[in-house]
Nanobody, 127 residues
Framework: QVQLVESGGGSVQAGESLRLSCAAV???????MGWFRQAPGKEREGVAS???????TYADSVKGRFTISQDNAKSTLYLQINSLKPEDTAMYYC??????????????????????WGQGTQVTVSS
């Protein structure tokens, strides 16, 4: 059974930082894991991913501000978010995939390859 549990969201001022965590409970090692976000009225979009050899991928909109990392010993995925902007306000989801498409950079931020999802953690940024 796979469980992904996010935490670390909150309400912050623009310019502040947050670190989101995703605790993963699973039997087998995933090929890639990612962070997605969904703002009200918008599609869920991929913002960052990391594969099983540590290759990271970021959406252009977050490059330089978001950092994805993982602690395999703790089975935890992180997303460090710096210089938060009001447009970062969204529900943030952790996701995991066993798809071989994780090996393709063009697919790593696509929600279609991810089979397992957490319940999300809300990030709200005020100006």
């Amino acid at each position: 059974q796979v469980q992904l549990v996010e935490s670390g969201g909150g309400s912050v001022q623009a310019g502040e930082s947050l670190r989101l965590s995703c605790a993963a409970v699973y039997t087998y090692r995933f090929v890639c894991m990612g962070w997605f976000r969904q703002a009200p009225g918008k599609e869920r979009e991929g913002v960052a991913s990391v594969d099983d050899v540590g290759t990271t991928t970021y959406a252009d909109s977050v490059k330089g501000r978001f950092t994805i990392s993982q602690d395999n010993a703790k089975s935890t995925l992180y997303l460090q978010i710096n210089s938060l902007k009001p447009e970062d306000t969204a529900m943030y989801y952790c996701a995991a995939s066993w798809s071989t498409l994780c090996g393709s950079e063009s697919w790593r931020l696509s929600r279609v390859i991810y089979s397992y999802w957490g319940q999300g953690t809300q990030v709200t940024v005020s100006s």
